[in-house]
């Protein structure tokens, strides 16, 4: 009896043994090899958005219409091969909150686009919008073969945000948003 015991501890610690050999063998047998990426950026992209801000509202139960305080402007670095179409801005604008959403509607004058740096040629649409919550608006379509670096500006005195009536006091944010399309080549 004490013979099956031993032939039973030395064939199960056999079998361990080989099970350990076996997946020490397996995990040394494993290759490993470097995966690289680059990340570049985008030819065309946005550089830097200046927000228009607005003056102080007084409580009123009539709509009022508020005048900017500061200009809105766009910087756009275009690098692509081939400057042949043009790139367009579009802008959105979402409900004023406080806790609760409030509708606004903002009017953006026509602005205007200059080269940064050196003096180049640029084709460019211009257009005023008036958006209100959650709507779109174009407000330029651009181009030029020579120019990188654009900036769309819209002067503060084109700049209107008219809001509602019965606001109560406080503090109210709303957000922008800006879109930079890229309009593809058609061949």
Known sequence: ????????????????????CTAEVAAHAQVETPVAI??????????????PTFET???SSKRQTLKATGNFEIQVKDLRQSKTTPWKLLYQLTNFSNGKKYSAT?????GTVRALGEESKITAMPH??????????????AHSAEASDYLYRVDK????????????AG????????????????N
């Open 128 to 141: 005023a919008v008036s958006v209100g919550a959650n709507e779109t608006g174009t407000l330029v379509t």
């Open 38 to 51: 680059n990340i570049i950026e985008t030819p065309i992209r946005l550089v830097k958005v200046r927000a």
């Open 1 to 20: 009896m004490k013979w099956k015991k031993i032939n039973f501890l030395l064939l199960t610690g056999g079998c361990f043994l080989l099970i350990f």
């Open 171 to 186: 503090k109210f944010t709303g957000k922008q948003t800006v879109l930079l399309l890229n309009t593809p080549e058609v």
């Open 57 to 59: 509202a007084h409580v």
């Open 157 to 168: 005195q084109a700049i209107a945000l008219t809001i509602p009536g019965n606001l109560p």
């Open 106 to 110: 903002i009017n953006l004058g026509k």
